[in-house]
């Protein structure tokens, strides 16, 4: 028997267990309906693990968009805004945030794509701060 210590790791459980014991006898939907359910649950026991990164990282966007010349945006809405209309687009610092908090979602959400785009970060130009994926 597992002991489980956290919500996370009683998620994963709960996936695996889904994974091992009961989709082996499903088939068609009723098997694409339990392939969603398992890969639900390991985004969210993937950003319970990482919710303090997720937070810091989003702190350094906020912190990235606010300068002596520039008022701090209201609202992620006002972010985007100013990001399409290219206020960021010489903003190292901002780049940098933007990969990173990108980084954190791709783990939770993509973790198999992970390892490629954090070898395109590692391996970038800084001078160039934003890398083909």
């Known amino acids: 028997m597992q002991l489980v210590t956290n919500s996370a790791e009683l998620l994963e459980l709960a996936a695996r267990t889904l994974e091992e014991a ?3 006898g499903l088939d068609g939907r009723s098997r694409y309906a339990a392939l969603m359910v398992c890969n639900a649950l390991g985004m969210v026991a993937r950003e319970l693990v990482r919710q303090a990164h997720m937070e810091e990282a989003t702190g350094e ?4 968009a606010e300068s002596p010349d520039r008022a701090r945006p209201a609202s992620a809405k ?3 805004r ?3 209309a290219g206020e960021f687009d010489t903003d190292a610092r901002m780049h940098h945030a933007l990969w990173a908090h990108a980084a954190l ?3 939770i959400t993509r973790p198999s794509a992970l390892s490629r785009i954090e070898a395109q970060i590692a391996g970038h130009d800084s001078a160039d701060p934003s890398p083909e994926i």
Do not use: F, K
């Open 22 to 24: 009961v989709m082996p």
């Open 61 to 64: 966007l906020v912190a990235a």
């Open 78 to 80: 006002d972010l985007v």
């Open 82 to 84: 100013a990001l399409r």
């Open 105 to 107: 979602l791709t783990g």
